[in-house]
Nanobody, 114 residues
Framework: VQLQASGGGLVPPGGSLRLSCAASGSIDSIRTMHWYRQAPGNQREWVASITGAGITDVATSVKGRFTISRGDAKSTMYLQMNSLKSEDTAVYYC?????????WGQGTEVTVSS
């Protein structure tokens, strides 16, 4: 499985961004898709997950501001980020898991700054 994350950039506090993660290859084995992030000097942390059935979960720190979704083809995942704060600045990574499956994509950088 190959993962391509995109959509990062520079945005002022209070702004919005939508990240995308496109999966290719053995996508039939994918069960759950995830977003993680890693801020400078910090450990990578989980942000949100979505199952093939569309069940979602998001971290408390972003609840109410971030929404995870999947495209109709189920091979694309999105992270809609609203009301962005400076503490959301990080490199955002997508990850897919399934039976004997665990792949990470390259990150896309999000900077929240005025």
């Amino acid at each position: 499985v190959q993962l391509q994350a995109s959509g990062g950039g520079l945005v002022p506090p209070g702004g919005s961004l939508r990240l995308s993660c496109a999966a290719s290859g053995s996508i039939d084995s994918i069960r759950t898709m995830h977003w993680y992030r890693q801020a400078p000097g910090n450990q990578r942390e989980w942000v949100a997950s979505i199952t093939g059935a569309g069940i979602t979960d998001v971290a408390t720190s972003v609840k109410g501001r971030f929404t995870i979704s999947r495209g109709d083809a189920k091979s694309t995942m999105y992270l809609q980020m609203n009301s962005l704060k400076s503490e959301d600045t990080a490199v955002y990574y997508c990850r897919v898991t399934g039976p004997r499956l665990n792949y990470w994509g390259q990150g896309t950088e999000v900077t929240v700054s005025s």
